[in-house]
């Protein structure tokens, strides 16, 4: 099973982000796909989920209205679209897979919001 994230770096304040998760080793479409995010010596949280069909979405409240989460079942890809980022959406970001039996995540990608 692999899970490769990419599109991180360094914005600005107001700018735009869009990370993208490559999956493969499992059954893509038929897994719950989120994205977490983490702090140094903080806990990981919750950002934005999709479930297998992609028709439902779930987010957190801080990034709701900015963050908008995706994916491609033919590309077996996750999105995470950022819009809007501000300091506080620094942080490293995990795609996770949630199969019903066993959480995969990936390597993380580095969001950095600064001026």
């Known amino acids: 099973v692999q899970l490769v994230e990419s599109g991180g770096g360094l914005v600005q304040p107001g700018g735009s982000l869009r990370l993208s998760c490559a999956a493969s080793?499992?059954?893509?479409?038929?897994?719950?796909m989120s994205w977490y995010r983490q702090v140094s010596g903080k806990e990981r949280e919750l950002v934005a989920m999709?479930?297998?069909?992609?028709?439902?979405?779930r987010y957190a409240d801080s990034v709701k209205g900015r963050f908008t989460i995706s994916r491609d079942n033919a590309k077996n890809t996750v999105a995470l679209q950022m819009n809007s980022l501000k300091p506080e959406d620094t942080a490293v970001y995990y795609c996770?897979?949630?199969?019903?039996?066993?959480?995969?995540w990936g390597q993380g990608t580095q969001v950095t919001v600064s001026s």
């Open positions: 999709i479930f297998s069909g992609g028709g439902i979405t």
């Open positions: 996770r897979a949630n199969t019903g039996f066993v959480n995969y």
């Open positions: 080793g499992f059954t893509f479409s038929s897994a719950i």
